[in-house]
């Protein structure tokens, strides 16, 4: 729509698909990397949110059988107010807006203050978390219409036509309608539908988790009845024809929250043995004022990658000035993103762990050398004072600190219930996590590296098991390690 001449800022109406991350359109992604402010719901994949920029708002307003957040008029309330501030508002929503997405009575409030507004539509849910479980919802031979139906009754209370819906000859769809299963099947039996039409249920689709259950309209009820929601109901002959492909990995079907923050474990998914991988970061970081001094140093070491990321942007000395000066780097990890300076470290030890670094450290340099940690406020202490043990002038400089994020305190409430294994990447994500849960999770507890572990346990959060290197293989192997799976 055409926006009228104010000062409004522009709210987008976008779908995120049904749950699998890669299935975001570009242009989702697009509008939120700029966006200031994001209204998202329950059925997001919290690993979504961080395609926003860091200063991004994130509000939640996710509603679940139950368990509403916001009411929609609430909803149509923030999004009214937030766009009249001048921002910019991504109202990001589980599969397609459009699609029992309540994005038309968006639409049609934002419509009424002058508010201009974009619809970016998403993979739905609708055919998507079908074919996910193998099955095709329209096939020439079987089914050469598609009939999608929400599972319970709008705000005017009316039901599903199930007289018109017994009739139709091709595949039904209905969504949010697991509590109602049992009822579904009974009126389109009780309508004329035969009880032997095949029908399958797909809880959780397009997530590690996904579950899909086949049976008949006769015993489907009875089947999927301890299937987690949200599900996805299909009815037809298409249901009897499921081509699944199944996924293996001695992790499949768990589910593990990454806690660090952004950009930490960046190659988790990879090593992840078939788990699923949630990006909830509960902490974030920030700038201090503080420069990135290197005169006398014989030594550059980076114990992490955001450590090199904060020393490249407080620097701004010529680059020639760090020939001559070694550059150590504790792992594989922080090696690559000092490579994208174009510069090779000198030293990466075979243990990625600061005891590992000082030791190489203490190999290749003699004692007495000046060397610069950049490093957090909160951070770097065992490095410093393991390599001032070794005879070296250890000095730590402060680039950035850590804060807690607590615009994700309600997303880790959300999954956290669900988790096999929460990752806290350092002390101060253990105490970020600790001040947004009672730390009695039912999720084993992993951390990183003998600080991190320390600082967990001094708060009384029970570690069920430390990775021995800060990278994606020391967690996958602490994981399995632990006894747990």
Request: aromatic residues 4%; charged residues 25%.
């Amino acid at each position: 729509m055409k926006a009228a001449e104010n000062n409004f800022g522009k709210v987008y109406l976008a779908g995120a698909g049904p749950w699998d991350e890669g299935l975001v359109t570009l242009k989702c992604a697009e509008v939120l990397s700029r966006a200031d402010a994001v209204v998202f719901d329950s059925l997001v994949n919290p690993s979504v949110l961080n395609l926003a920029n860091d200063g991004a708002e994130l509000i939640y307003a996710g509603k679940r059988a139950g368990r509403h957040s916001m009411s929609q008029e609430e909803i149509n309330a923030v999004l009214i107010r937030l766009a009249k501030d001048g921002k910019s508002v991504v109202r990001l929503k589980g599969g397609d807006p459009y699609i029992f997405g309540r994005g038309g009575e968006e639409a049609e409030a934002l419509t009424a203050e002058g508010i201009e507004f974009e619809v970016i539509s998403g993979v739905s849910s609708a055919y998507a978390v079908p074919a996910a479980a193998g099955i095709a919802v329209t096939d020439r031979k079987f089914a050469s219409s598609v009939h999608i139906i929400t599972g319970h009754s709008g705000v005017s209370g009316n039901a599903p036509d199930y007289e018109v819906l017994a009739r139709l000859r091709g595949t039904l769809v209905f969504m949010m309608g697991k509590a109602a299963l049992p009822e579904i099947a009974a009126e389109l039996i009780k309508n004329g539908k035969p009880a032997s039409t095949p029908c399958a249920v797909v809880s959780e689709g397009t997530s590690p988790r996904q579950q899909c259950v086949s049976g008949t309209l006769a015993d489907i009820a009875e089947k999927a009845e301890r299937l987690p929601s949200p599900a996805v109901i299909v009815v037809g002959a298409a249901a009897g024809r499921i081509f699944e492909q199944k996924k293996s990995g001695m992790l499949s079907g768990k589910r593990i929250i990454n806690a660090g923050r952004r950009g930490t474990l960046g190659d988790l998914e990879a090593e992840a043995l078939g788990a699923e991988v949630l990006r909830i970061p509960l902490i974030r970081t920030r700038k201090t004022d503080n420069a990135a001094d290197i005169s006398g140093c014989g030594c550059i070491a980076f114990a992490s990658a955001a450590g090199v990321q904060a020393f490249f942007e407080a620097y701004r000395g010529d680059i020639r000035e760090l020939a001559g000066i070694k550059i150590a780097a504790v792992g594989a990890r922080t090696a690559e993103e000092i490579k994208k300076h174009a510069i090779i470290p000198d030293i990466i030890p075979q243990n990625s762990n600061a005891e590992g670094l000082c030791w190489e450290i203490s190999k290749s340099l003699e004692r007495g050398t000046r060397i610069l940690l950049p490093c957090s406020v909160q951070g770097g202490a065992e490095l410093c004072e393991g390599l001032k043990a070794a005879g070296f002038d250890a000095v730590r400089a402060e680039l950035y600190s850590t804060e807690p994020d607590f615009s994700r305190a309600e997303l880790l409430r959300l999954y956290e219930e669900t988790a096999d294994y929460i990752i806290l990447t350092s002390g101060s994500c253990a105490d970020a996590y600790m001040k947004m849960t009672s730390g009695k999770s039912t999720a084993k507890l992993i951390a990183i590296g003998r600080a991190a572990a320390e600082r967990a346990e001094g708060l009384g959060l029970k570690i069920s098991a430390s990775a021995k290197t800060p990278d994606a293989a020391g967690v996958i192997e602490a994981v399995l390690g632990c006894g747990c799976v």
